[in-house]
């Protein structure tokens, strides 16, 4: 099924915002795995979810991604619809921003525009070799320091900020509340087993959110929820 483009366009607009906007995209199956059976999730979704997934996509001006989902899940190039960035006054292409503490990141995934965010006392011979090619955001002793991160993007005017992923940066982001909306496809499947859930962490949080909207898609429901602040 194919949704009305227009209508989605509306629903998963960014809001008005002077700081950057902290969106969060997943699949789940119903009793909560991230991954199916091949350890990946993009077997979760069906032709809705890769639809809104690639909305999400065109409608962002940095896509923020765990080195170990573009690891695991092969990033590569991606498409996005121009026309519609275009009309929205965005900048051709979104940036990539890939975050790794390790800087093990395969070389494939090193294009040229690709922004790679680490430690302030990351590997410095690792980091010198990768600004041989690519631009490296390096900020927090020991553990990123998320807050200058965003800061850094609002300087470049990176205000539209969307997060694949994977759980282990996501229950970061959760664990500093910096995530301001999820957007959940909830797959209708039972996985089991032993999957991740979307989020994980040291430290366990209660951060309430406000529903957006839900829409049927694929047998299951595409779900947005907005962290209610006060
Ligand atoms: N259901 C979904 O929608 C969804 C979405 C995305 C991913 N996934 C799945 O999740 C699995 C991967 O899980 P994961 O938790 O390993 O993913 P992840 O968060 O993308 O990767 C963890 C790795 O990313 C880097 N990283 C993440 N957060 C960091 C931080 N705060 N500071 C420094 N580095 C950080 C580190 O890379 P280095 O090792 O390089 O230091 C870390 O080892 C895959 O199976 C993938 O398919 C599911």
Redesign the pocket.
């Known amino acids: 099924m194919t949704l009305d483009a227009g209508e989605l366009e509306r629903l998963y607009a960014y809001p008005d915002s002077d700081r950057p906007w902290v969106r969060t995209?997943?699949?789940?199956t119903l009793d909560g795995a991230?991954?199916g059976q091949d350890?990946?999730?993009?077997t979760?979704g069906g032709d809705t979810d890769t639809q809104v997934f690639a909305l999400l996509r065109s409608l962002a001006d940095v896509i923020v991604?765990?080195?170990?989902?573009?690891?695991?899940?092969g990033y590569e190039d991606f498409g996005v619809d121009t026309e519609l960035r275009m009309r929205l006054g965005l900048s051709p292409v979104p940036t990539m921003v890939l975050?790794?503490?390790?800087?093990?990141?395969p070389p494939a995934l090193l294009r040229p525009g690709i922004v790679v965010v680490?430690?302030a006392d990351a590997e410095p011979d690792a980091v010198a070799t990768l600004r041989e090619t690519i631009e490296v955001i390096a900020a927090g002793q020991g553990?990123?320091d998320?807050t200058a991160v965003l800061a850094e993007f609002a300087e470049r005017g990176w205000r539209r900020v969307l997060c694949?992923?994977?759980?282990?940066?996501?229950?970061?982001l959760v664990r500093l509340d910096l995530v301001d909306e999820l957007c959940l496809?909830i797959a209708p499947v039972l996985a089991g087993g032993h999957a991740?859930r979307?989020a994980?962490g040291h430290d366990a949080a209660h951060h309430a959110m406000t529903f957006g909207h839900a829409i049927e898609g694929d047998g299951g429901l595409l779900t947005r929820w907005v962290r209610a602040r006060p």
């Open positions: 995209n997943f699949v789940s991230a991954t350890g990946k999730s993009g979760l991604v765990g080195a170990g989902t573009a690891r695991d899940e975050v790794s503490r390790s800087l093990g990141i680490t430690t553990d990123i998320w694949e992923g994977g759980p282990s940066l996501h229950g970061e496809t991740p979307i994980h």
